[in-house]
């Protein structure tokens, strides 16, 4: 059973390109989480989705991010119109049930 | 809201000494607590997870207590190896929603 499958594993973007960032939770997961790592910091919470639906969007800022978990295929951070703000380490986690997480490898967005 | 914290941020021991990490939190309606591993550029690795109703985990060398009342998780490492260098963070799953909230991780080094 493969785990948590993130891509692209490092990402640069110009200020004002559009970043995508790609999970694919492990087989049977049905709820994906999405969290932020900035460097020397924790890790904060962005978005809780299960299949098809946004079950908690309260830490995603309010302009230029989006995700999505549609019925097939991977979930997506969406990150329109870049900022040098915006570089971090993006991680996906997937879980059979509600709060537990099983994370990914991460994708590393820069900005520049 | 939820605040996590650990402490402290770095740790530096011999090889062979036991390690002791905390982690604290200030709501105690949690519905399970969970330690990760990371390494340097790399994802969360789930060491242990206790549900709430619980008072420890263990795993080989590791174990993980929980006192809700008090707000506390003492991870233990026995026996340290160069192996177990990382960071450690702790993560607190709410009762009432469903993220995960994370303390700023311990890094731990062991010294050959």
């Known amino acids: 059973n493969a785990g948590v499958m993130q891509n692209p594993r490092h990402l640069v973007r110009r200020r004002g390109q559009e970043a995508r960032l790609r999970c694919s939770p492990m087989k049977g997961h049905s709820h994906v989480y999405w969290y932020r790592q900035l460097p020397e910091e924790g890790l904060k919470f962005m978005v809780y989705l299960q299949k098809e639906n946004i079950i908690d969007e309260s830490g995603m800022p309010k302009e230029r991010f989006s995700a999505e978990f549609p019925k097939e295929g991977p979930s997506i951070l969406r990150i329109q119109q870049v900022v040098r703000g915006d570089s971090a380490a993006y991680f996906c986690a997937s879980s059979p049930s509600p709060r537990e997480a099983f994370f990914g490898q991460g994708t590393r967005l820069t900005v520049v | 809201k939820q605040e996590v914290t650990q402490i402290p941020a770095a740790l530096s021991v011999p090889e062979g000494e036991n390690l002791v990490l905390n982690c604290s939190f200030t709501d105690s309606a949690i519905y399970n607590l969970q330690w990760f591993r990371q390494d340097p550029g790399k994802g969360l690795t789930s060491l242990l997870l206790?549900?709430?109703?619980?008072r420890e985990q263990t795993s080989g060398r590791l174990n993980a207590s929980l006192d809700k009342s008090s707000g506390r998780s003492t991870l233990y490492i026995a026996a340290s190896q160069p192996g177990d260098s990382a960071t450690y963070l702790c993560a607190a799953a709410g009762l009432n929603d469903y993220k995960l909230s994370f303390g700023a991780g311990t890094t731990v080094t062991v010294r050959a």
């Open positions: 206790i549900q709430s109703s619980q």
